[in-house]
């Protein structure tokens, strides 16, 4: 059943593409450059984090807005964060996007991307660069840069269309990505692992598109209520004594769970869709599996995504909020790939493409 069903969805993407290709549908263009970051599957990438790392290596150099469609959100149309949003008015990633610049990049939220620019634009004039995350197939906006995450455990060309597989649209789609990101490497990859993937990719050679590896450094843990805790531990320090309840509610949670399993603390593992909204049963659940635990020390370990809802969340039990962490992660770029760096690719294609000068 599921087959038959992938054929159907890949023919229908296909034709969508051919009436963009056609300009039968027409694609938007702005005065300034839009940086469109996505992926060709349906969750679990690595999105976020590397439009994370792109703000972060354009921001001091560019007056940028990072707009986002608001997944999951309560609200509807063109709206700006605050510090008084909630991942409720604008989407669990927008939310913590905006809380890890400290509210010093804007970041907006609005389904239709061209009205979303353009009411950018109107509020803030003096913006020179917009980036659009998870914005890969919303081909309605011509992008100056886009860039492309695919994941090492599975890439394009492993994997199959909806719902057989977790592809949006057909593989070939790489080809209108500029930068390619194989994301969520190993620790262990060597040279000849990139060789063999970069040969399957079979991507056009720079300039045309630029490939890259990345992997996921973890940080030391944070407190999702650091008003609750006196001292933060260390998964280094935990033994076979402890004891980890692991929440998980995004797309692709092995990555985390085997960081966290790598310790020697007893784990159990409490995973939900991507983007749960964690309910009052769903705590209750959660408080009881966490008082089931047995050891020396008890915490609970979350994503950096999970913490976002969690920290808001009202129903969250004052009894917990002195023993759940959330851990952090960031991206880190191997260097025996190209001769560019990642955020040197996108500065040189933006000034080849909308004539911006060196030290922009």
């Not at 599957?41 to 999105?47: E, H, L, P, Q, Y």
């Not at 792109?54 to 807005?65: D, K, N, P, Y």
Request: charged share 25%.
């Amino acid at each position: 059943m599921l087959l038959p069903a992938s054929a159907i969805y890949g023919l229908v993407t296909w034709a969508r593409n051919k009436l963009f290709d056609w300009n039968i549908l027409r694609q938007h263009t702005f005065k300034v450059p839009v940086v469109v970051v996505g992926n060709l599957v349906a969750g679990g990438s690595g999105k976020t984090p590397h439009t994370e790392y792109l703000v972060e290596g354009l921001r001091h150099s560019h007056h940028l807005a990072v707009l986002s469609r608001g997944y999951k959100r309560q609200t509807k149309g063109f709206v700006t964060a605050t510090s008084h949003s909630t991942p409720r008015d604008i989407g669990d990633e927008p939310y913590q996007m905006y809380h890890k610049f400290n509210g010093q990049v804007r970041v907006v939220v609005c389904e239709d991307r061209v009205r979303g620019i353009n009411e950018l634009l109107k509020i803030d004039p003096d913006i020179d660069l917009v980036i659009l995350d998870d914005a890969f197939q919303h081909r309605y906006v011509k992008p100056t840069v886009s860039v492309l995450i695919t994941e090492f455990a599975k890439p394009v060309y492993a994997d199959r269309m909806l719902p057989y597989g977790r592809l949006r649209e057909s593989a070939r789609g790489i080809y209108r990505a500029d930068v390619v990101v194989v994301s969520k490497c190993p620790e262990a990859i060597k040279p000849v692992d990139c060789r063999i993937l970069k040969n399957n990719l079979n991507l056009y050679p720079p300039p045309s598109q630029f490939l890259f590896f990345s992997r996921y450094n973890y940080c030391p843990l944070k407190p999702l209520f650091p008003a609750e805790v006196n001292a933060i531990p260390h998964l280094e320090w935990l033994d076979a004594e402890d004891s980890i309840l692991i929440l998980s509610g995004i797309g692709n949670p092995r990555p985390f769970v085997r960081q966290i399993k790598s310790y020697r603390a007893k784990v159990k593992i409490n995973v939900y869709p991507d983007h749960h909204n964690y309910t009052r049963k769903d705590l209750e659940n959660i408080k009881r599996r966490f008082d089931s635990l047995r050891g020396r020390r008890r915490l609970i370990i979350t994503t950096e995504k999970d913490a976002v809802r969690l920290s808001t969340n009202p129903y969250f039990p004052h009894e917990l909020k002195s023993v759940i962490y959330y851990l952090p992660i960031e991206v880190d770029f191997l260097k025996f790939t190209e001769k560019e760096t990642f955020i040197e690719a996108v500065r040189e294609l933006l000034r080849q493409r909308k004539g911006l000068t060196n030290n922009q």
